[in-house]
């Protein structure tokens, strides 16, 4: 494995252009396309391995909630023509061989130095430079750098009283050891039912002796129909991967194969919809559901409708009423949190091993020496599962003490929630570039995508600097107004600030509640960075150095979109 080289990096810097933070598939794909513009890039990541996401969670059941055919990597027709998926969704260990394999193919691994968490990035205005500080002791600088940190990459547990006194084992969905863990015969609680507690609950209850389940809000939680990977559905779509790709970028989610609706739901008789939804719950997955009517994220009527199928749902699957009852999500409109897949979730709930107990009712007070503490009870556990979540799209970012020696600093600029233009730069921060950040339709999108539309527009951004002499590229003040501005309006047409999510940061205490992703859609947003590419990244200031584009100087305070 390739780690360092130079043990303080000095032999690293000499050559060094471009910074990148993080190996997920962010961090891999920049380190990809900055070579491709003849750039030396180097990577950091904090994890012992390559992969992200997939590298991290580890927990028993993780798969991803996009099929595997479309989420994964376009940039080499070779490459998804020769791999072959075993399943419907890809499980966390063939997502991570796959990102491995990428690594290999791309020899990409000798650009990144593993074990070694990024701690500052400050900007030197005079020189044009930004230099970093690592846990490891480097400290090195290149003219750019990215920050491909990941939106959900800084797990988050409560801070309940007591855990250091807790006698058992405790975990976290997002830092799960990777030899695994071994529940048979324990006396087991999991706290938290988002994505990664539905995951893991059905595999953790049948190995505990008695799994306890703290559920705070009840979600909505579809069926994958997980199987594996028929052979003539891949060669099908192996054939037509091109236009498939392309046309991906003409959808909402960045997902194609889902023929958009033309109907409202409210346009529809009850046993229509009844009819329409039955046929998408059978087929499995959460875009096709959400894409059975035109309103469902738009109107609250139309998407009571669908709540209440996913509701009946339940309440025919949990055989003990109460229970069912309790599982039943009515605080948000469905699809404004992440719509979850699951297989066997609902199910659980009829063993004999399994509780699920109202923690909004009678929240978690304190962890004590041998389980927790409720308002209402206490209850004793050999290990406890949280599946908290993440200090979601903003927390890694602003884990790095980032600053320039103009004054800014991203805490005090995001102190009221994230400012940014497009999600890919900030105004006060040049050279700084983020991969899906905040205020783009990253988390609400076939990520892979998002991920190489981002990196593409960063690539283009460096290519038009190289092509005419710029060193120095920043987002214009007025530009980043007018995106916050626009994001948040395009946020509120929705039903999608109605709903407490990590989206918001409710799952944060502390954390500013503003609407974080931008929810136009990946076709919008697509059309945005491409219109404003086309002018010469209108919005962006450059300096002077290439005197040749004029646009690019003058451009720089014109709002967008
Ligand atoms: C459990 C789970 C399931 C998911 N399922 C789906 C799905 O079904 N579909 C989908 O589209 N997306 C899904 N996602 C989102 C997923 O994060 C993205 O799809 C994708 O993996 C993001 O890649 P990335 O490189 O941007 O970020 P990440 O994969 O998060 O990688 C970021 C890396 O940066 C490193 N890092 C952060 N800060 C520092 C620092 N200061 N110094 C050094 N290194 C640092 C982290 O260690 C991490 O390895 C899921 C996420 C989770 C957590």
Same mark, same amino acid.
């Given at each position: 494995m390739t780690t360092t080289s130079g043990t303080n990096g000095t032999h690293l810097q000499d050559q060094l252009d471009v910074i990148v933070v993080g190996g997920g598939l962010g961090g891999l794909y920049t380190l990809y396309r900055m070579r491709q513009l003849g750039l030396k890039a180097h990577a950091f990541e904090a994890g012992s391995g390559l992969g992200g996401t997939w590298f991290w969670n580890r927990y028993p059941g993780c798969r991803c909630d996009i099929e595997s055919l479309e989420y994964s990597y376009s940039f080499d027709p070779e490459l998804e023509q020769e791999w072959h998926w075993a399943d419907r969704y890809g499980t966390q260990s063939q997502i991570l061989e796959y990102i491995e394999h990428v690594a290999d193919r791309l020899d990409l691994r000798k650009d990144v130095t593993l074990n070694t968490r990024v701690l500052s990035a400050h900007y030197d205005s005079a020189a044009n430079r930004w230099t970093i500080t690592t846990d490891q002791g480097h400290t090195i600088s290149a003219r750019f750098i990215v920050?491909?940190?990941?939106?959900?990459?800084?797990p988050r547990v409560p801070e309940f009283p007591g855990l250091d006194g807790f006698k058992g084992d405790w975990y976290h969905t997002g830092l799960w050891p990777h030899e695994g863990v071994d529940f048979t015969g324990k006396r087991v609680a999991v706290i938290g039912t988002g994505s990664s507690g539905v995951q893991s609950i059905p595999h953790i209850a049948e190995q505990a002796k008695h799994l306890h389940v703290f559920q705070r809000t009840a979600n909505y939680i579809l069926p994958a129909r997980n199987t594996p990977l028929d052979p003539e559905r891949e060669r099908q779509h192996k054939a037509t991967y091109r236009e498939r790709r392309a046309a991906a970028y003409e959808t909402p989610f960045g997902i194609a194969g889902h023929p958009a609706p033309t109907k409202g739901a409210l346009d529809a008789t009850p046993e229509e919809r009844e009819a329409a939804y039955a046929s998408k719950w059978a087929q499995g997955g959460s875009i096709s559901f959400l894409f059975s009517y035109t309103d469902l994220l738009l109107n609250q009527e139309a998407n009571d409708t669908a709540a209440e199928f996913v509701r009946q749902r339940i309440r025919e699957t949990v055989k003990d009423p109460a229970t069912a009852e309790l599982l039943c999500p009515y605080d948000h409109p469905i699809g404004t949190k992440r719509l979850i897949l699951d297989t066997n979730y609902y199910e659980t709930f009829n063993r004999d091993n399994v509780t699920l107990v109202d923690a909004r009712k009678a929240p978690i007070q304190s962890i004590t020496q041998t389980g927790l503490r409720t308002t209402e009870a206490e209850y004793e556990f050999d290990a406890i599962v949280f599946a908290? !979540?993440?200090?979601?799209?903003t927390g890694a970012l602003r884990e790095i003490d980032i600053r320039s020696d103009t004054g800014a600093d991203i805490a005090t600029k995001w102190v009221d929630g994230p400012h940014t233009y497009l999600g890919v730069m900030m105004a006060g921060f040049p050279n700084l570039f983020m991969v899906t950040g905040p205020q783009s339709p990253g988390v609400k999108s076939q990520m892979i995508l998002s991920i190489e539309q981002h990196v593409n527009f960063i690539s283009g951004c460096l290519a038009h600097m190289q092509q005419y002499g710029h060193t120095r590229i920043e987002a214009g003040q007025a530009a980043e107004d007018h995106w916050v501005e626009y994001n948040n309006q395009v946020a509120d047409a929705t039903l999608y600030p109605k709903a407490n999510s990590w989206y918001l940061g409710s799952n944060i205490p502390g954390k500013p509640r503003v609407f974080m992703p931008?929810? !136009?859609g990946v076709h919008t947003f697509n059309q945005i960075c491409n219109d404003i590419a086309a002018k010469g990244y209108e919005g962006f200031s450059f300096d002077?150095?290439?005197?040749?584009?004029?646009?690019a100087t003058t451009a720089a305070a014109a709002g967008t979109a």
């Open positions: 920050m491909a940190t990941g939106n959900l990459s800084t908290t !979540g993440f200090d979601a799209m931008y929810v !136009g002077s150095a290439g005197a040749a584009d004029g646009r």
